[in-house]
C-alpha cells in the first residue's frame, strides 16, 4: 500500500506543480508551440468530463457530481489495490496512477471550478482535446491494467487436466518401467 501512495502522490505533486507553473505563466488560451505541427502548450479550462461533457450544466451540480464520482472511484480502487496490487506490483502502479489522476482533477475542481488542461497534441489541424498530467496518468493506468487483464488474464483458467501415460498409471500403482522405451 505504501507504493500504492507515493506514486499516487507523485502524480498529485507532478499534475498541481504544472498546472500552477501554466497558471503562473499563461493567460487563459495562451499558446506556445513545442513541436511544429504536433505540440503545443495551450492554457485552456474544462469545466465538463471528458472532451467538455456535461460543461453545461450548473457549477454546484457539476461540482457534486465529479468529486461523486471522484470519491467513488478512489474507494473502488482501493480496494481492488488491496485484492490485486498482490497478484503483481502493475496492479499497483496502474491503480495509482488512476487515483492520482483523480485526485489531481478533483482539487482543480474545488479549487477552481474546472480543470486546467494545457497538453495539446496534434497533427496538421487535426487537434486531440486538450490535456493535462493527471489525465494522462489516468490513461497509463488504464492501459497498463487493460494489458494485464489482456496477457495475464483473471487467473482463474481452468486448466485441463494432465494426460497420463501408461507409466504415470504404472508409478502410481508402485510399477515402474524402468526402460520405457525398449519392446516387451
Known amino acids: 500500500m505504501i507504493r500504492f501512495l507515493i506514486i499516487m502522490v507523485l502524480v498529485v505533486v507532478g499534475d498541481q506543480l504544472t498546472k500552477l507553473w501554466v497558471l503562473d505563466n499563461f493567460a487563459l488560451y495562451d499558446s506556445r508551440v513545442i513541436i511544429p505541427g504536433f505540440f503545443n502548450l495551450t492554457f485552456l479550462r474544462n469545466s465538463g468530463a471528458a472532451f467538455g461533457m456535461l460543461s453545461g450544466m450548473p457549477l454546484l451540480w457539476r461540482q457534486i457530481f465529479f468529486i461523486s464520482i471522484a470519491a467513488i472511484a478512489l474507494v473502488a480502487l482501493v480496494i481492488m489495490q488491496r485484492k490485486m496490487g498482490k497478484e503483481s506490483p502493475w496492479y499497483t502502479v496502474s491503480f495509482s496512477l488512476i487515483a492520482g489522476g483523480a485526485v489531481g482533477n478533483v482539487i482543480d475542481r474545488v479549487l477552481y471550478g474546472s480543470v486546467v488542461d494545457f497538453l495539446d497534441v496534434y497533427v496538421g489541424n487535426y487537434h486531440w482535446p486538450a490535456f493535462n498530467v493527471a489525465d494522462s496518468g489516468i490513461v497509463v493506468g488504464v492501459g497498463i491494467f487493460l494489458l494485464l487483464q489482456i496477457f495475464e488474464g ?31
Open 154 to 184: 483473471d487467473g482463474e483458467e481452468k486448466k485441463a487436466p494432465p494426460v497420463k501415460s501408461k507409466n504415470d498409471k504404472k508409478e502410481e500403482e508402485g510399477d515402474v518401467d524402468l526402460f520405457p522405451f525398449s519392446e516387451d
